[in-house]
């Protein structure tokens, strides 16, 4: 009989930390328990990937009503209703948050709604002041945005605070030059509110390709999003209802709001981690080895507390690769090489695999791309670009990336990247018939690199 309340013991209540619970209790027949300070779903489905979309979706029906009235509908638009639409919002994410905790009840985790800190290798103590000891204890803690230190920041607000105000600005700052800065440039341009973006370096949307990058930045600009790049906040100032922002080229403006998205820290402050041996990186990341396993044995973590590959699949894998490795018996190193992404900018960033700057560090490459106007949109009058991408190794000829700027792009993304991390080479690229007309044909019948490398 074991000596523990539990077998494990799950810190954090999104996407990894629940899935690893369930799936441990439920098909392995482990006793699980599960703290969440807060709601259940994380920051995916609660203030991260689930709402985000859902504004993506709310922001992009301006164009498509444009787009009906060029096909020859007699309709518009009218004013966007904020309240309608965040009453909706609220009621979908409780409904979201209810599955989940139905799905840990069902499959027999006992949950605790309280926050969870480290005394030993083997116990948890609770807010309430209840311990619990388990044989293994995960880290599923997730991260959380980050507002940096300067005059008048605490005038800012974050990616967790957009989802909820109280009503929609008619401006808005957004900083930051990341996918998460970058898609909400869109969409509050989308929603129509006048956007600002500050971006302190050359471009947006650092470490993706570049072709891609630019051609990203060009369609912002050209829907509206005032992108002001090699520029930041030197201070914020209150100005009656609104922020008075002095930037770094010295200009003085008003917005009605200042969002910050400049980066995000692991949630491990004041966990107890350090003192019971768990290795802490220079950015408060957990330090996990191949298995997602810390330095103190009994103890494991998953997730964004790890800071490896920050994107909710990612942990949902990592967990189930520990339950596998640790309550099956059947060792899973994670696997965290071309991972498919998408980036909800608008146009939307599909890519999987290595950018071409990556790919021509590493070796000789050729360089396929194509880019044309939608048919949809083109009949339409529209000028939104669209950009298909293959990096391909000279050596072997497998393809080492694949990057789509379109519409819908994620959707390709998913697909394309089966083939990429099969090892697909571009002749088997070439063997698959193309389906006619639709966009992701262009994957299939580019023939003549546009360069070298």
């Known amino acids: 009989m074991s000596t523990f309340d539990f077998d494990l013991?799950?810190?954090?209540?999104?996407?990894?930390?629940?899935?690893?619970?369930?799936?441990?209790?439920?098909?392995t027949g482990a006793k699980v328990g599960l703290a969440e300070e807060d709601?259940?779903?994380?920051?995916?489905?609660?203030?991260?990937?689930?709402?985000?979309?859902?504004?993506?979706?709310?922001?992009?029906?301006?164009?498509?009503v444009a787009e009906a009235q060029a096909y020859g509908w007699d309709m518009s638009a009218g004013d966007f209703n904020w309240d309608h639409f965040h009453d909706k919002l609220t009621t979908?994410?409780?409904?979201?948050?209810?599955?989940?905790?139905?799905?840990?009840?069902?499959?027999?985790?006992?949950?605790?709604?309280a926050r969870a800190k480290i005394?030993?290798?083997?116990?948890?103590?609770?807010?309430?002041?209840?311990?619990?000891?388990a044989k293994h204890i995960l880290l599923a803690m997730g991260g959380r945005p980050v507002i940096p230190d300067f005059p008048g920041s605490e005038l800012a607000i974050s990616s967790n605070e957009i989802f909820h105000l109280p009503k929609l600005p008619?401006?808005?700052?957004?900083?930051?030059?990341?996918y998460?800065?970058?898609?909400?440039?869109?969409?509050?341009?989308?929603?129509?509110?006048?956007?600002?973006?500050?971006?302190?370096?050359?471009?947006?949307?650092?470490g993706f390709d570049q072709e891609a990058r630019d051609l990203i930045a060009s369609e912002m600009i050209r829907k509206g999003v005032d992108l002001q790049l090699n520029t930041n906040v030197a201070s914020l100032e209150k100005a009656g209802d609104r922020i008075k922002v002095t930037d770094t080229n010295g200009q003085e403006t008003l917005f009605d709001h200042v969002m910050f998205a400049t980066g995000r820290r692991p949630n491990t402050d004041d966990m107890g981690l350090e003192e019971v041996g768990v290795k802490i990186g220079k950015k408060g990341e957990v330090i996990v080895d191949e298995y997602s396993q810390t330095a103190v044995p009994s103890i494991y973590a998953i997730g964004d507390v790890t800071d490896r590959v920050n994107l909710t699949p990612v942990a949902i894998r990592e967990g189930m690769a520990f339950v596998s490795t640790v309550f099956r018996g059947e060792p899973m190193p994670v696997d965290h090489e071309l991972i498919p992404s998408a980036v909800f900018t608008q146009p939307e960033f599909g890519t999987i695999g290595l950018s071409e700057e990556e790919a021509k560090a590493q070796e000789p490459i050729e360089v396929y791309t194509t880019n044309f106007k939608a048919m949809q949109s083109?009949?339409?009058g529209g000028e939104e670009k669209v950009l298909m991408k293959l990096i391909v190794s000279q050596a072997n000829r497998k393809v080492l990336g694949c990057h789509i700027v379109a519409p819908a792009a994620g959707e390709m993304i998913q697909l394309a990247g089966i083939a990429?991390?099969?090892?697909?080479?571009?002749?088997?690229?070439?063997?698959?018939?193309?389906?006619?007309?639709v966009m992701a044909e262009e994957l299939v019948t580019m023939r003549n690199p546009t360069r070298t490398g």
Request: glycine fraction near 16%; aromatic fraction near 8%.
């Open 9 to 27: 013991f799950v810190i954090g209540g999104g996407s990894g930390g629940v899935r690893a619970a369930r799936v441990a209790a439920g098909e």
């Open 39 to 64: 709601r259940y779903g994380g920051t995916c489905v609660i203030r991260g990937c689930v709402p985000k979309k859902l504004m993506v979706f709310a922001s992009g029906y301006p164009e498509m």
């Open 92 to 113: 979908e994410l409780d409904r979201l948050e209810g599955i989940y905790r139905k799905l840990l009840a069902g499959s027999g985790v006992e949950s605790f709604d």
């Open 119 to 133: 005394v030993d290798a083997h116990t948890v103590e609770l807010s309430t002041g209840e311990r619990k000891t």
């Open 170 to 178: 008619e401006n808005i700052l957004i900083v930051g030059g990341g």
């Open 180 to 206: 998460i800065a970058s898609e909400f440039a869109g969409i509050m341009n989308g929603l129509g509110v006048k956007t600002t973006q500050f971006y302190r370096g050359e471009q947006i949307l650092r």
């Open 378 to 380: 083109s009949f339409a």
């Open 420 to 437: 990429v991390k099969m090892g697909a080479t571009k002749e088997d690229f070439d063997r698959v018939v193309a389906v006619h007309p």
